[in-house]
């Protein structure tokens, strides 16, 4: 296992020490935490954004990357431990909601605290058929031929070859993760599942949307958004809106000051 610090996992973009609940938001494949770098602006006032920084990327690109869910999920439930000491939610962009899901149930295997919340955008089921064919290990032309049909990611940064050259390790390894990825067996999540989509997403049905529902015994609502599969970037106001008005639903249940 990594021996990294717990906090060189999470960015902590602005510090909220009264904060009622913190969300935990994990990002797409390729990306690093600081995609999130503007939710705390928009969310509400009483939850502290901790975007999370998984191995090999921005912050802790000298680190070794994840080319399996399991060993990152172990070493991502046991960085966030100490940060659990109150109200949580997780939220998870692509693969970021895959890992999200499988972090949450790992914290569960250890007896840790549980989210309370759980939203996923851009991600098929744990249990779905992928998608695509493996991809990881084909030459670069043709692995980035690939990921453009399939994801239609923004090109901006591609443009560049030496961002390009920083970022395809991170995504080939990424979308190893997706690819070997089988989750076991286990009871339902029992917090609210809120899943949301793009409606022109080629990486993702409706139906692979719609099949998270068997992945929590608690509320369950899938949502379409206007883009494909990176609709964050053109709908990043609704999509923060929604989230935050899910937020803001928990912490009208919590009782007291939130704390545990």
């Known amino acids: 296992m990594s021996g990294a610090a717990p906090e060189r996992w999470l960015l902590r973009i602005r510090a909220r020490p009264q904060a009622k609940l913190r969300l935990f938001c994990f990002p ?44 990152l ?39 840790l605290a549980q989210p309370r919340l759980l939203l996923v955008a851009a991600s098929p089921a744990p249990h779905a058929p992928k998608v695509h064919p493996p991809i990881a290990h084909l ?28 970022m395809l390790p991170i995504l080939r390894a990424d979308i190893d993760v997706y690819q070997h990825f089988a989750p076991r067996a286990e009871p339902p999540l029992d917090c609210p599942l809120h899943v949301f989509a793009g409606d022109g997403d080629r990486a993702l049905t409706t139906a692979a949307l719609e099949e998270w529902r068997v992945h929590t015994s608690a509320a369950f ?11 964050i970037q053109q709908q990043s106001a609704p999509l923060q809106r929604a989230v935050d008005r899910h937020l803001t639903e928990l912490l009208e249940r919590l009782p007291g000051d939130g704390r545990r």
């Open 73 to 111: 999920v172990e070493e991502a439930a046991a960085a966030l431990a100490p940060a659990l000491d109150r109200p949580f939610a997780f939220f998870g962009y692509s693969l970021g909601g895959l890992v999200a899901f499988e972090t949450a149930r790992e914290l569960r295997r250890r007896g």
């Open 221 to 231: 609502s899938a949502r379409l958004f206007p883009g494909g599969h990176f609709f």
């Open 28 to 71: 797409y494949a390729g990306a690093g935490a600081s995609i999130f770098h503007r939710w705390p602006d928009v969310l509400n006032e009483e939850v502290e954004v901790l975007p999370v920084q998984p191995p090999g990327r921005e912050t802790r690109y000298r680190e070794p990357i994840h080319s399996r869910i399991e060993p």
């Open 139 to 166: 030459p670069e032309p043709e692995f980035l031929a690939q990921i453009r049909r399939i994801y239609a990611p923004p090109e901006e940064a591609w443009r560049v070859p030496e961002l390009l050259a920083l």
